[in-house]
């Protein structure tokens, strides 16, 4: 169940206890809600309450594409409840999140194949599983959302004093007191970068910081550093400062 679209209005079709969820995966427009008009990005995960009419307008330059599917059952108005889509439509923004992305995809899959009981459940099972990480999701984005630069800044202080450890983000999520998915789209957010991405940038911050103020042997820095070898710190750090570290130290 995917389209794109340029104008559409979602509501109920299968009865009075039917919601829409929606993944906006190109492009983007608004929705509106009464009288409100709100965004919908690439990303955003739109849910509709039953019988909610929903109008969806797609920027012109760049047309929304959507997927989508239906949900209904006895437990569907506590899981709206959980989301904040009770009485009204809601957004929630995941940004990349393959795992519900990939439920989303299975869920429409089976839906489309012969209704066998099989499919039945196994779409059943699929969107309650969905259901549950958009309401993990929202539940950390309102609970955590407060003191999250907090949190991105005592993980990259913890990160800084060990750059030669692995980095393990599971690890550094659970001290954070949030899942690993939802750890780093906070990072992300603040940063900029992945944390693997950012602890390079530290790894090499901390080379430069020692090529120009001491006498250490590459071997030695990059050991320092957690590099597997010379020649692989040396080569990132070209990559990132363009020119070699023995360049870089004579330079100084």
Request: hydrophobic content about 40%; proline content about 4%.
């Amino acid at each position: 169940m995917g389209l794109e679209l340029s104008d559409l209005r979602f509501k109920k079709e299968c009865g009075a206890e039917t919601a829409q969820i929606l993944l906006c995966v190109r492009g983007g427009g608004f929705y509106t809600v009464g009288e409100s008009l709100r965004p919908l990005r690439k990303g955003d995960w739109l849910i509709i309450p039953p019988g909610t009419v929903c109008a969806v307008t797609s920027h012109k330059s760049s047309p929304a594409r959507v997927h989508w599917v239906r949900a209904e059952g006895g437990d569907l108005p506590v899981y709206l409840s959980e989301l904040g889509a009770l009485r009204e439509p809601a957004t929630l923004r995941l940004e990349e999140n393959w795992q519900a992305i990939r439920l989303l995809d299975d869920i429409r899959k089976c839906l489309a194949r012969a209704g066998s009981l099989a499919n039945r459940l196994q779409a059943g099972q699929a969107l309650a599983y969905l259901f549950s990480l958009l309401i993990t999701h929202r539940y950390h984005c309102g609970k955590e959302g407060k003191d999250a630069p907090q949190k991105v800044a005592a993980a990259i202080i913890g990160m800084s004093e060990q750059l030669e450890a692995p980095l393990k983000i599971a690890h550094m999520a659970r001290q954070a007191g949030l899942s690993p998915d939802y750890f780093s789209v906070l990072f992300k957010a603040q940063t900029g970068s992945s944390p693997r991405e950012y602890r390079q940038l530290l790894r090499i911050h901390q080379a430069c910081e020692l090529l120009r103020q001491t006498d250490l042997k590459l071997k030695e820095i990059s050991t320092r550093l957690g590099y597997q070898d010379q020649f692989h710190f040396s080569r990132t750090f070209k990559a990132f400062q363009g020119q070699s570290p023995t360049a870089y130290r004579q330079a100084r």
